[in-house]
Antibody
């Protein structure tokens, strides 16, 4: 059974720097199963925002509002996928979730990582 | 991009009440609509996909329906454990946009 484990990551990132998060997949390979490996975030007290995905074949799709700042990548050797968001501002403060998207819907979520952007 | 709206933004109901939440898409998304439940402090969970198909393990009191671009999540008999925020999400095309959410509380 596939599980997602988010690394603790840097809880605090300074404005203009790059936010980096990694999600480790266990119980299955990131390149099998036709899954979309997805990142979603949730600012404190607010709703869910879909950020983008990377397909098992390496194809990516990103939300238009972050295009140019966001990159999602696969590390097949480590069975991980990662999120990089550059030039962050306080508006990027959120809980970031990695997720497994099966046929379009999220069927599995990581535990979430709170990232605060502050000087 | 296709926009998703939800109504109401919050509601309060009594245990045993029928609760209805509406999600509207700004364009045709076929039946590519999912509903998620997020309890306070918890990770969201999938309830329904394909507008009306119950995900494995979800109680039968949750129902989804569709009329054109309007989608409805119904809780047939509200239970205390249903206190949560409910989100719709369209997945017809990217971006896979979420609705703004509906917070359900018990009176």
């Amino acid at each position: 059974q596939v599980q997602l484990q988010q690394e603790s990551g840097p809880g605090l990132v300074k404005p203009s720097e790059t936010l980096s998060l990694t999600c480790t997949v266990s119980g299955g390979s990131v390149i099998t199963g036709s899954y979309y490996w997805t990142w979603i975030r949730q600012p404190p007290g607010k709703g869910l925002e879909w950020l983008g995905y990377i397909y098992f074949d390496g194809t990516t799709s990103y939300t238009p509002s972050l295009r140019g700042r966001v990159t999602i990548s696969l590390d097949v050797a480590k069975n991980q996928f990662s999120l990089k968001l550059n030039s962050v501002t306080p508006a990027d403060t959120a809980v970031y979730y990695c997720a497994k998207d099966s046929f379009g819907v999220v069927t599995l979520w990581g535990q979430g990582s709170l990232v605060t952007v502050s000087p | 991009d296709i926009q998703m709206t939800q109504s109401p933004s919050s509601l309060s109901a009594s245990i045993g009440d029928r609760v209805t939440i509406t999600c509207r898409a700004s364009q045709d998304i076929s039946n590519h609509l999912a509903w998620y439940q997020q309890k306070p402090g918890r990770v969201p969970k999938l309830l329904i996909y394909g507008a009306s198909t119950l995900f494995s393990g979800v109680p039968f009191r949750f129902r989804g329906s569709q009329s054109g671009t309007e989608f409805t999540l119904t809780i047939d008999s509200l239970q205390p454990e249903d206190v949560a925020t409910y989100y719709c999400q369209k997945y017809s095309v990217t971006p896979r946009t979420f609705g703004p959410g509906t917070k359900v509380e018990v009176k």
